[in-house]
């Protein structure tokens, strides 16, 4: 457990040896996020991952939160392994804190990755996820989740793999719901697309083809907007790309990183 300060503490994972790499889960999900990821990526590296405030077994911290809190965490962390330098990969809200740290300290970061993360809503795109974070604050995580299905997986992967989406939904009511709340009301309010033009670390950009929420117009405004930034969208699949398609996600970062921090 890494202790920040009186209210901040940190569940860590801190695996393996090499180039670091920090794993940045979504909001009201875990470190756990990553396992299946990582079972398709080298072992020959350091895989950092942790709960994100009052998430999993991190602290219950207060909110409300910032992005600015939650992207100060990482770099907390990362001075605190006393790394000057690892490459940040980042899911949907985690994304969106990757983005917060390559802008605001990007000489600690080696390589970026985006996963289903935002950038440059539009006035019906910030509605919609206004309007997720009241369901949210006014009905419960079990009302969200209920409604979420449809938006994060394929038909098919509901149909056959009913045990992930139980055990998807166990994990985020396991949450306090007031963490759980801040952390939404981060994911909804924040947006960084008119700075994107400041990173020029190498970065890789992807998203499920039918993703609703971090759909492929974002990625493409992201992937325009960072200089040399590499691009994919993944056919069919929707938001929960590390929970249903792990081998794709793994697939594409490891040689990403092998390019760039495997040296």
Not at 151 to 162: C, D, K, Q
Not at 199 to 212: C, F, L, R, S
């Amino acid at each position: 457990m890494f202790e920040r300060n009186a209210d901040v503490a940190l569940n860590v994972s801190d695996e393996g040896s090499g180039a670091p790499v920090l794993l940045i889960h979504g909001v009201g999900a875990d470190l756990e996020s990553w396992d299946g990821v990582l079972t398709h990526m080298s072992p020959d590296r350091r895989y950092i991952r942790y709960d994100q405030r009052g998430h999993g077994l991190s602290r219950r911290t207060p909110g409300p939160y910032s992005l600015d809190d939650l992207s100060g965490d990482a770099v907390a962390l990362l001075d605190h392994l006393g790394l000057a330098r690892a490459s940040i990969v980042g899911f949907s809200l985690g994304g969106l804190v990757a983005q917060s740290i390559a802008l605001n300290h990007p000489d600690r970061v080696a390589s970026l990755t985006l996963v289903s993360t935002v950038a440059g809503r539009t006035a019906e795109e910030q509605t919609r996820v206004d309007a997720r974070a009241e369901t949210l604050a006014q009905e419960g995580a079990l009302t969200h989740l209920s409604n979420a299905v449809d938006r994060w997986f394929t038909p098919e992967f509901v149909a056959t793999h009913p045990e992930v989406l139980e055990a998807r939904r166990r994990k985020s009511m396991l949450n306090d719901p007031d963490c759980y709340v801040a952390a939404y009301r981060v994911l909804a309010g924040s947006d960084l697309g008119d700075q994107l033009h400041r990173i020029t670390v190498p970065t890789q950009i992807m998203t499920g083809e039918n993703d609703i929420g971090s759909n492929p117009r974002m990625s493409r405004f992201i992937h325009d907007r960072i200089t040399g930034s590499e691009l994919h969208i993944l056919p069919r699949l929707k938001h929960s790309v590390l929970l249903e398609a792990p081998d794709q996600i793994g697939g594409l970062i490891e040689p990403f990183l092998a390019k760039y921090i495997d040296r």
